[in-house]
Structures are given as structure tokens and as C-alpha cells.
């Protein structure tokens, strides 16, 4: 679980700490919106940016699975359930 105020950010990575990448990787986001950006295998690979929203599920696999991702700075804004906050929980494989 992640936790992001305003201004938090997450840069561009890799989940490889697994075993096996054979399992996809869901990713639930709550709390305040957030851009997600979804690139290719190589860190210089451009980007998709996709809005997320309280409640979204992201989820990725096969040649995707090590593809390279992260979240734009957060913005300013306060979610009615979560305040100031978004909370980002993250499935994967460990076995």
C-alpha cells in the first residue's frame, strides 16, 4: 500500500522484486485522482497517460507485466471519504 499527499509522485519503475512475472499486477486507486503513466520496456519509451479515479483498477501482464510505470505529482484537492490523500493498493504474486 501506498500512500500519496499533494505533490507526491511516483517515477518511472519496474516491479521485478517477484520470482515470476507470469502473474498480472492489479493496481486499485482511492482517494484523489491521479495520472498514471504507462510507458513500454525501456525507461525512455513514451508514455500513456490515463486518468485514474477513486475506485479505479488497473491491471497489466504478459509482455506488459515489466513494462515501465509511475504517477504524475498529485493535485491539490481534498476526496469526501479520504481528505487529502490517495491511497494506492497494489496485487501482485510474491510466490
Not at 519496474?14 to 525507461?43: C, M, T, Y
Not at 497517460?49 to 491539490?76: F, N, Q, S, T
Amino acid at each position: 500500500m501506498r500512500r500519496g499527499a499533494p505533490g507526491a509522485r511516483l517515477s518511472l519503475h519496474q516491479d521485478r522484486d517477484e520470482r515470476d512475472f507470469g502473474a498480472p499486477i492489479v493496481s486499485v486507486s482511492l482517494g484523489l485522482p491521479a495520472v498514471f503513466l504507462f510507458g513500454g520496456p525501456r525507461r525512455t519509451d513514451k508514455t500513456v497517460r490515463v486518468p485514474l479515479e477513486h475506485g479505479d483498477v488497473v491491471v497489466w501482464g504478459g509482455p506488459a507485466r515489466l513494462y515501465y510505470h509511475g504517477v504524475l505529482p498529485l493535485k491539490d484537492g481534498c476526496h469526501p471519504l479520504l481528505g487529502e490523500q490517495r491511497i494506492n493498493l497494489t496485487f501482485r504474486k510474491a510466490g
